[in-house]
């Protein structure tokens, strides 16, 4: 189970408002949507969470380029808002670098059909174009000035978009959205 919510930092403190993301495809259009949120290009805070599995931060501030936070990519790149935030950039790939060159492809028709991208034991190997670490990628002091420490946000697991909400003094605000 997903829930995802956007705070948006005002004059008068937090206000959230739940969003849908089935119309968001890139990272782009997740800030577009966080810039919408906030006409006044005050700090705006998307806040993803996937049930048990990990949660992810994006930081919008004003005309800036978007600051991520993801627990466990791992855990994130087997959901479609999870792919939103990995980009090439924060997981350290040059673009494009996401399969294997054709080019290197040993074509000569005597393959014998068999998928050459798992090990014996059923892991992918290397050569699947499978390169997202396990745990935390992004930038951890992304909510360092908001009162959230780095410490604290790699420490946090479950209901961290609570914890987080929490620090912020905006739980009252997004429970109303939840």
Do not use: C, N
């Given at each position: 189970?997903?829930?995802?919510a956007?705070l948006?930092?005002?004059?008068?403190?937090?206000e959230a408002?739940d969003t849908e993301?089935?119309d968001?495809?890139?990272l782009?259009?997740?800030?577009?949507l966080?810039?919408?949120?906030?006409p006044?290009?005050d700090?705006v805070?998307v806040?993803?969470?996937?049930?048990?599995?990990?949660?992810?931060?994006?930081?919008v501030?004003?005309?800036?380029?978007?600051?991520?936070?993801?627990?466990d990519?791992?855990?994130?790149?087997?959901?479609?808002?999870?792919?939103?935030?990995l980009?090439?950039?924060?997981?350290?790939?040059?673009?494009?670098?996401?399969?294997?060159?054709?080019?290197a492809?040993?074509?000569?028709g005597?393959?014998?059909?068999?998928p050459?991208?798992e090990?014996?034991?059923?892991?992918?190997?290397?050569?699947?174009?499978?390169?997202?670490?396990?745990?935390?990628?992004?930038?951890?002091?992304?909510?360092e000035?908001?009162?959230?420490?780095e410490?604290?946000l790699?420490?946090?697991?479950?209901?961290?978009?609570?914890?987080?909400?929490?620090?912020l003094?905006?739980?009252?605000?997004?429970?109303?959205?939840?």
């Amino acid at each position: 189970m997903y829930f995802a919510a956007l705070l948006a930092r005002t004059e008068d403190g937090w206000e959230a408002s739940d969003t849908e993301l089935d119309d968001v495809e890139t990272l782009s259009d997740l800030a577009d949507l966080a810039r919408e949120a906030s006409p006044d290009e005050d700090t705006v805070l998307v806040l993803i969470e996937q049930e048990d599995g990990w949660f992810g931060v994006v930081r919008v501030d004003g005309e800036e380029d978007p600051r991520i936070y993801v627990s466990d990519a791992a855990a994130a790149a087997r959901s479609s808002y999870g792919e939103i935030l990995l980009t090439d950039e924060l997981l350290g790939r040059q673009p494009g670098d996401d399969g294997p060159d054709l080019d290197a492809l040993d074509l000569d028709g005597t393959e014998d059909g068999e998928p050459d991208d798992e090990d014996a034991d059923g892991a992918p190997s290397a050569a699947s174009g499978e390169s997202v670490p396990h745990g935390p990628v992004g930038d951890a002091q992304v909510l360092e000035d908001l009162g959230v420490t780095e410490k604290e946000l790699r420490s946090m697991t479950q209901d961290a978009v609570s914890e987080i909400a929490e620090v912020l003094g905006a739980s009252e605000v997004l429970e109303t959205v939840r």
